[in-house]
């Protein structure tokens, strides 16, 4: 069983920029398209990007899109989220999550699971 640790997110000014990080420990996740996903208070969990699991391919929400960028870096077991322009809209907890199936990139939150405690990025106008 995979274990998914998410860090680096923080209070920041509105226009700023954070990256996030999501360690993954337990097995290897290179073989697994993974997310990052985020749910702000009162509001459902949302995916926000997904990428493949050699990185050639992304997904964005329209949301961030142009914003925040998805990477990784197998050998480190690692996922990242560079999210730069913030904007108080982004104000949420993300989460880093495995994709369940196989094959093309999925984006809703159901398709993914082992789920991290998550982090909280708080963006201030």
């Known amino acids: 069983q995979v274990q998914l640790v998410e860090s680096g997110g923080g209070l920041v000014q509105a226009g700023g920029s954070l990256r996030l990080s999501c360690a993954a420990s337990g097995r290897t996740v290179s073989s697994y398209t993974m997310g990052w996903l985020r749910q702000a208070p009162g509001k459902e969990r949302e995916v926000v990007a997904v990428?493949?699991?050699?990185?050639?391919?992304?997904y964005y929400a329209d949301s961030v899109k142009g914003r925040f960028t998805i990477s990784r870096d197998n050998a480190k077991n690692t996922v990242y989220l560079q999210m730069n322009s913030l904007k108080p809209e982004d104000t949420a907890v993300y989460y880093c999550a495995v994709q369940l199936l196989w094959g093309n990139i999925r984006t809703r939150p159901a398709d993914f699971h082992s789920w991290g405690q998550g982090t909280q990025v708080t963006v201030s106008s």
């Open positions: 990428v493949n699991s050699i990185g050639t391919n992304t």
